[in-house]
């Protein structure tokens, strides 16, 4: 049985040794955006995260194991001459391990991460996907997720 619950600074290293496996496939298609974390280094890493003012996260277990997790933050903008004041909830990281990837556990962990915005009051969800991870940006259309833009570059070096 699939359980979903608020993370805690005891599930730092359970937590990093998932965020590998979405950690790793960016430093290699994008090693100029994304830095390589050392295994020494990568359960501090997660448990500062996890400090952070604002970061919220949720656990995915099933039969006592962590087997996914998802990072939110609130997001608030203020108003500009252009823009209205807005809130809503970033999605920062979705990791699911291998092994329980298309059981469910992503969608849980979506729900999971809508019901905490509806509960915050916040009208919606975003989030970033990379243009070259296809099975990302496939998962969050089946969740009914749509593009609210298109970020462009170009490599002058």
Do not use: C, K
Not at 22 to 51: K, T
Not at 70 to 92: D, G, H, K, P
Not at 123 to 129: A, D, Q, T, Y
């Amino acid at each position: 049985m699939l359980r979903v619950r608020p993370s805690t600074l005891d599930d730092a290293a359970a937590l990093a040794a998932l965020r590998r496996f979405v950690h790793e496939p960016h430093v290699e298609a994008e090693p100029g955006v994304y830095a390589p974390l050392e295994a020494a280094r990568r359960e501090a890493a997660m448990r500062e995260r996890l400090a952070l003012a604002g970061v919220r996260g949720l656990v995915a277990e099933r039969d006592g194991r962590v087997v996914g997790y998802v990072l939110t933050q609130e997001a608030i903008r203020v108003a500009t001459s252009l823009t209205v004041a807005r809130s809503y909830l970033v999605v920062e990281e979705l990791a699911v391990d291998p092994s329980s990837r298309r059981g469910g556990v992503g969608r849980a962990l979506m729900a999971e991460a809508e019901a905490l915005a509806h509960r915050l009051g916040l009208p919606r969800v975003e989030l970033e996907v990379r243009a070259w991870n296809h099975a990302a940006a496939r998962f969050y259309a089946a969740l009914g997720y749509t593009p609210a833009s298109t970020r462009l570059r170009r490599d002058l070096a």
